[in-house]
Structures are given as C-alpha cells and as structure tokens.
C-alpha cells in the first residue's frame, strides 16, 4: 500500500462547477502537508499548505482530518486555467526527513 | 534570481553509459534533493541532502550517486544506465522552517531516455 494515496481521476468537469480531490495517507507520524499543482510536462509548484484549522486561498480550500489521516482541496468555480495534475504531498522528520507524493489526480476542466 | 536549474533538459543514453545531471539553486536553501518521476508512481525521492556535505538516501537510491560540496550545487551521477532509468529527473529545493521543510522549488526536469 502507498503512503500517500489519491485518486487518479481523471476528473472532467465543465466550466464553473466545483470539484474535491481526496487524499489518504498512512504514517500518523506526518507532520506537515501541501497541495501541489503540475502542468503537463513541468514541474510541480506549491498550489498551498493544508493545516488542521483549514485554510483557504481564493477558490481554493483545504482542510486536514489528522485523526482520519485524510487531506482534502475543493475547487469552486473551476476555470480552464485550473486543468492540471494535483499532487498531495506529506512530509515528516522521524529516522530522517521524508517527503511522500501522492501519484496525484488529473483535472481537466471543459469549456 | 534563476531559482532551480537542470541540465540538460533532455538526455539519450545507451545500456552501461554513465552521465551526470546538473543541478543549481540560487536562493540559498539548505534542503536540496532529486526526484523521479514515472507514469502513475508519482514523485519518487532519490537522493537528499540536508547542507553541503550531507547526503542521504531516499526511497529508490540503487544506481545513483550524489555529493554536495557547495550549497548551490547538487549533481546526480548514474554511474551505468539501465532501460529502468528512463524516466523524468526533478531536483528541488527548499529552506527549514522549524522541524519541517516547507515549501520545495523545483527545477524544470530533465527527460532521461535509456536504450
């Protein structure tokens, strides 16, 4: 079993809707957890860092369950702009310092 | 500022060639590492290092070498290709933040074919 695991999707959403990607992982030694966009063929960039309290960036919102070890990113309002791949990723420092990505979910978002 | 940089962007080798792929920050981090990356695997860690000469093995370290004389400077050796190989190469970079490394900077890849 991954550590960090999502679904592959992908999601095909039309302009405008909202879409939530789902992300479990497995070592309750995790520390700290990001979302990460990935355009086709470039490298990944911090979309935003998801904390227990949630947090909230425009369209974007994340939230952390630690207790459930589950991570979420919803998106309002999809644009077009926002067809990418989303990584969760998940970071820990215990017996060395280790940061898991998610296989990650594509989105395509259609006019 | 030029951030992260790799090269080459794109490499072709053949079975039991070595190479090495550069890889530059510029922006003082401490933390810089190398990834992989393959259909559906999603980013593998190779190899990191936590300051200049300081290196440490990730999740798939077999058939690489690193070394990390200076702070900006973060090579990954292949020291005999193999068709497993093939793949897309990432380092990356970040600064401490407390007891964990927040956000990482990554370099534009570089396209590794082995034949």
């Known amino acids: 079993r991954k550590e960090v695991e999502q679904d592959p999707g992908p999601f095909n959403v039309p302009e405008g809707a909202t879409v939530a990607f789902n992300c479990t992982y497995s070592n309750s030694a995790s520390q700290s957890f990001f979302w990460y966009r990935q355009d086709c063929r470039k490298e990944p960039k911090l979309l935003m860092s998801v904390y227990s309290s949630g947090n909230e960036d425009g369209r974007f919102t994340a939230q952390l369950n630690r207790a459930s070890q589950y991570i979420s990113l919803l998106i309002r309002d999809s644009k077009l702009s926002d067809s990418a791949t989303y990584l969760c990723v998940v970071s820990r420092n215990t017996g060395g310092f280790k940061t898991i990505f998610g296989a990650g979910t594509r989105l395509f978002v259609k006019a | 500022n030029a951030g992260v940089t790799q090269t080459p962007k794109f490499q072709v080798l053949k079975t039991g060639q070595s190479m090495t792929l550069q890889c530059a920050q510029d922006?003082?981090?401490?933390?810089m590492s190398w990834y992989r990356q393959d259909p559906g695997m999603g980013l593998r860690l190779i190899h990191y290092s936590v300051g200049a000469g300081i290196t440490d093995q990730g999740e798939v370290p077999n058939g690489y070498n690193v070394s990390r004389s200076t702070t900006e400077d973060f090579p990954l050796r292949l020291l005999s290709a193999a068709p497993s190989q093939t793949s897309v190469y990432f380092c990356?970079?970040?600064?401490?933040?407390?007891?964990?490394?927040?956000?990482?900077?990554f370099g534009p890849g570089t396209r590794l074919t082995v034949l």
């Open positions: 990356a970079s970040s600064s401490p933040s407390g007891r964990s490394y927040n956000e990482q900077f």
């Open positions: 922006m003082n981090h401490e933390y």
